[in-house]
């Protein structure tokens, strides 16, 4: 039964026991000593660090560690692959996780992720900014969406962002000045989709704002994005666009880049990575205006005739692809880091770092999309 205490100047209530401080984070250091310690460790040790104290395991989730690992130059980078398993009416998410118990030949696998909340999206575009990987638009059950969700890769949750002003499938988007430009996707045929046709999410304020577009190019359907040299490039089935974004100008896609890319592709330090009519991997050098073949895979990866899906992974050229298994009930998908680099001639030329299989799915899945956040 609580008492109350009455003196001459003051009624006091006893207090109610103060929440125990959580223990330093490393015992005898000072907790900003220790937090830059922390920081510099690889996150796949992350898991075992979190068991160690409770004020460890909060830091481990905390924003605080990644501000510090970004501060310290520490950040790493992680790829990210968005499946579609055709027994599933969500998209699957998966995270390339290296097995760090045995550093003299690592294990790439691919861990799944959480669902998506949204039923199954066909042809959302995608883009990752600071932390998060933004699945925008995409049609459910033949309806296009203007919804948007983001996957937060530090703690692996999912979260809605405020919706485009349009519903969208098959658009363009690209990161630029850490906003998210989204183009295309539409069908432009009232007022709104016409003044909307291309627009940017600005993260730090949340709001979607128009970007003016010229009115002969609005009519475009996009299967491939890119961003070169602060350019957003949308490609249609024919003569794609770009937007730069510093003049916020628009412009047509140079013919000789236009009729070459194919497939899913990815920039390394201005040049374009896709795959060709053989199979090959090659770069369009946007500073010469030419396609070049990536010279020195030829014995270690198979010919890409259906497809594969690239990212660029801390200027690592990521590779993955679908493969039949023996077993005629599965298939693998298989991954390779290339280290790329050019010349003093000018030439292209890639070494294969590792390839191998990292997850085996049921036949009819397919690859989505990957992309790259650093963490």
Not at 80 to 108: A, D, G, M, V
Not at 191 to 205: G, L
Request: aromatic share 8%; proline share 6%.
């Amino acid at each position: 039964m609580s008492t109350t205490i009455t003196t001459a100047t003051a009624t006091v209530k006893p207090s109610t026991p103060a929440t125990p401080p959580l223990p330093q984070l490393i015992p005898s250091l000072p907790d900003d000593v220790a937090l830059n310690i922390i920081a510099r460790i690889p996150r796949c040790h992350h898991p075992t660090l979190s068991l160690v104290s409770k004020s460890m395991k909060s830091l481990i989730s905390s924003p605080l560690l990644y501000s510090a690992r970004s501060l310290l130059k520490s950040s790493e980078h992680f790829l990210y692959i968005t499946l579609r398993l055709h027994t599933s009416h969500f998209l699957r998410f998966y995270s390339l996780y290296q097995n760090p118990s045995n550093p003299i030949n690592p294990k790439y696998s691919l861990i799944p992720l959480p669902l998506i909340p949204s039923p199954s999206l066909v042809g959302s575009a995608f883009a990752a900014l600071d932390h998060k990987i933004y699945v925008l638009g995409g049609s459910i059950k033949d309806i296009p969406s203007s919804q948007v969700w983001s996957l937060d890769c530090r703690t692996h949750t999912w979260e809605l962002a405020p919706n485009m002003h349009v519903s969208r499938e098959f658009a363009a988007a690209g990161v630029v000045d850490d906003k998210i430009f989204v183009i295309g996707g539409c069908v432009v045929d009232n007022w709104a989709r016409s003044t909307n046709w291309a627009e940017a999410y600005d993260a730090k304020t949340g709001k979607w704002n128009s970007v003016p577009s010229p009115i002969q190019i609005r009519d475009k359907w996009m299967h491939a994005s890119a961003v070169i040299d602060g350019k957003v490039y949308a490609m249609a089935d024919r003569n794609g666009v770009c937007y730069e974004v510093g003049s916020g100008s628009w412009g047509t896609v140079e013919s000789d880049l236009d009729n070459g890319w194919r497939g899913r592709a990815c920039v390394i330090d201005g040049v374009l990575f896709c795959y060709d009519y053989l199979g090959n991997i090659r770069g369009y050098d946007v500073k010469e205006g030419m396609w070049k073949e990536l010279k020195g895979l030829k014995k270690g990866l198979p010919r890409f005739l259906c497809g594969a899906t690239m990212a660029n992974l801390g200027g690592k050229l990521m590779v993955v692809w679908e493969s039949k298994n023996g077993n005629g009930k599965e298939m693998e998908i298989r991954c390779a880091e290339i280290e790329v680099r050019k010349d003093e001639r000018g030439e292209l030329w890639g070494n294969i770092e590792w390839s191998d299989v990292v997850l085996l799915v049921p036949r009819e899945a397919s690859i989505m999309h990957c992309l790259a956040v650093a963490l």
